[in-house]
């Protein structure tokens, strides 16, 4: 398997633009995560899919930043409009099972919006 | 809710010797307890896991941990580090029960830094 796979690597746009970043998870797996990265907060859980629902979407920081799963092979974050402060490593993490298992890390999207 | 708590955000030491990288947590229901690893410009890798059964787990790379439920804490050890053990290192606990069992909750990170 390829493992978790995120795209794009890097993203640069300007403030006030739309910007998606997409996750891939392995195969089987039915639990999907969304963190954000910065050298201020650490790693923080934004939004957390059991089954392609979302269970726990407390740290999505406001209504500029949404996510979804369509189905179980593929998952979006989206934030509009882009400001600076979203500057940030996202990273997209999968897992097998529900709590017990290992969660799985993509490569991660460094974003920079100037 | 959980939270989690490293104590260090940085730990310099020589190669060879031993270390701990401390880890407290929170939670209103019961843990699973995690330490991962992060080389420069990677995902996270995962270290070792706290499940139930004996409080000391061992991992991979030579490193284990201890869970003390009463002072809730889930301390990471090496005996003996070597150059390539520099990395940032996150402990992490997924809640058992409640509205948001499975979740995955990361401490903000240790930068251990090896030197010769």
């Known amino acids: 398997d390829a493992g978790v796979i995120q795209s794009p690597r890097h993203e640069v746009t300007e403030m006030g633009q739309e910007v998606t970043l997409r996750c891939k998870p392995i195969s089987g797996h039915n639990s999907l995560f969304w963190y954000r990265q910065t050298m201020m907060r650490g790693l923080e859980l934004l939004i957390y899919f059991n089954n392609n629902v979302p269970i726990d979407d407390s740290g999505m920081p406001e209504d500029r930043f949404s996510a979804k799963m369509p189905n179980a092979s593929f998952s979006t974050l989206k934030i509009q409009p882009s400001e600076p402060r979203d500057s940030a490593v996202y990273f997209c993490?999968?897992?097998?099972?529900?709590?017990?298992?290992?969660?799985?890390f993509g490569q991660g999207t460094r974003l920079t919006v100037v | 809710a959980q939270s989690v708590t490293q104590l260090d955000s940085q730990v310099p030491v020589f190669e060879e010797a031993p270390v701990e990288l401390r880890c407290n947590y929170s939670?209103?229901?019961?843990?699973?307890l995690f330490w991962y690893v992060q080389y420069p410009n990677q995902g996270l890798q995962l270290l070792l896991k706290?499940?139930?059964?004996?409080?000391l787990v061992k991992g991979i790379n030579g490193f284990e941990a201890e869970f003390n439920k009463s002072q809730t804490s889930f301390h990471l050890r090496k005996p003996s580090v070597h150059i390539s053990d520099t990395a940032e290192y996150f402990c992490a606990v997924s809640a058992l029960y409640g509205g948001s069992q499975g979740n995955l909750i990361f401490g903000k990170g240790t930068k251990l830094s090896v030197k010769p």
């Open positions: 993490a999968s897992r097998p099972g529900q709590g017990r298992t290992e969660a799985f």
């Open positions: 706290y499940l139930s059964g004996s409080t």
């Open positions: 939670s209103s229901v019961s843990v699973y």
